[in-house]
């Protein structure tokens, strides 16, 4: 069993940046992080290994987004910059026994998700 905690989402100005974390317990999975507008089909986002390498990234956030992990607190990051209004959402962290991409249904274990809101 894996528990996935958020923190670190909140309301900024586009152009502005924030620092999304996630904490597991227990195993180390690979993990995502996706979002999701209401009404909307559940996004990618970026994905990282058990071991914290070869990040992955939605095209949306290449360049702007990037992922990374503290293995020893089994923590995992996303540095998000050049925030945009397109960019809010509800995040959420999930974790894998076999993925760090985008396929959604290859995640076992799911966070509870944080608010970002950008206002332009």
């Known amino acids: 069993q894996v528990h996935l905690v958020e923190s670190g989402g909140g309301l900024v100005q586009a152009g502005d940046s924030l620092r999304l974390s996630c904490v597991a317990s227990g195993r180390a999975y690979h993990v995502g992080w996706f979002r999701q507008a209401p009404d909307k089909e559940r996004e990618f986002v970026a994905g990282?290994?058990?071991?914290?390498?070869?990040?992955f990234y939605a095209d949306s956030v290449k360049g702007r987004f990037t992922i990374s992990r503290d293995t020893a607190k089994n923590t995992i990051f996303l540095q998000m910059d050049s925030l945009k209004p397109e960019d809010t959402d509800i995040y959420s962290c999930a974790a894998s026994k076999v993925a760090w991409k985008g396929n959604r249904r290859l995640y076992d274990y799911w966070g509870q998700g944080i608010q970002v809101t950008v206002s332009s």
């Open positions: 990282i290994t058990s071991t914290g390498s070869q990040p």
